[in-house]
């Protein structure tokens, strides 16, 4: 006769228990791998749609001669670009984007200062931002190139991109001076360039004997001035010599001066 008999066993409650927190830390840990990397994505999201409104407005400038989108004057040189989004949204400068009544529009001109536009973008959804939305605004404003932060509001500060546009070259040989007329756009500029400059002798030399006077400097002195009522430039060569190198005079005697110009709309 068998004096053992088999006896089916389960677990006991000390190993449920610990299965069961096994459990529930898989799971609290998976959860939260799965929410932080939701969150990135969102966060990803928000850079990428900032980048191409900033790209946009980029593109926008270089295409209508170094105007912001939707630039207007408002008083006394103010500017505002309040209408920035729908005008960039009605030129199909970009495909889609979310929650687009979110986005404002806002320039800032300071006197001496490159010309700047703002986007703005507040995470808030209710009448109080949540602790989480402040912080997927540090998060997004913390990966945006020119941004600030105050409570859920991220700001995107944007530079005026330079535009040049050439109008007109061309060189002044054998004059001194010559009148360039100024081309009618908002920013027009003139930019000179010396090809050649004579050296003169020294009229106290020995005769016969070529004795050059050293050049102290050169430049292209350029006046605004108007013919017949057209605003022009009047661009001149002038040397100074190394006896004197700050007196600057176009009356040097020398015929072989050239200098070559151009003349863009910035």
């Known amino acids: 006769m068998n004096m053992y008999s088999n006896r089916s066993r389960g677990f006991t409650l000390v190993e449920m228990m610990v299965v069961s927190a096994l459990l529930v830390a898989s799971v609290v840990f998976f959860s939260q791998m799965f929410l932080a990397h939701t969150e990135e994505k969102l966060v990803d999201f928000h850079v990428s749609e900032f980048m191409t409104l900033s790209n946009s407005t980029r593109a926008y400038v270089q295409n209508i001669d170094g105007v912001w989108p939707g630039e207007e004057e408002v008083v006394d040189g103010t ?20 929650n687009e009544d979110k986005y404002v529009f806002s320039c800032l001109q300071l006197r001496g200062r490159t010309p ?24 997004v404003a913390s990966l945006l190139p020119s941004a600030s932060i105050s409570d859920s509001k991220v700001k995107l500060y944007i530079p005026k991109p330079r535009v040049a546009q050439l109008i007109e070259s061309g060189s002044v040989d054998g004059i001194l001076d010559s009148d360039i007329e100024k081309p009618a756009c908002r920013r027009p500029r003139l930019s000179t360039m010396i090809k050649s400059v004579c050296v003169k002798s020294d009229p ?9 006077k050293h050049l102290g400097g050169y430049r292209v002195n350029v006046t605004d001035t108007e013919i017949d009522d057209v605003e022009h430039w009047n661009a001149k060569l002038e040397v100074s010599y190394a006896d004197a190198p700050d007196e600057f005079s176009s009356g ?12 863009y709309c910035e």
């Not at 973008?121 to 931002?129: L, R, V």
């Not at 106290?204 to 050059?212: L, T």
């Not at 040097?252 to 003349?263: A, K, P, T």
Request: charged share 30%; with cysteine.
């Open 79 to 98: 500017t505002s670009c309040s209408d920035g989004f729908t005008v960039l949204k009605a030129g199909g400068y970009f495909a889609e984007i979310r």
């Open 116 to 139: 700047v536009l703002i986007i703005e973008y507040d995470f808030k959804s209710g009448a109080i931002a949540t602790d989480k939305e402040k912080e997927r605004a540090r998060w």
């Open 204 to 212: 106290e030399g020995a005769e016969g004997i070529f004795n050059p």
């Open 252 to 263: 040097n005697g020398c015929n072989e001066l050239r200098f070559d110009y151009i003349v």
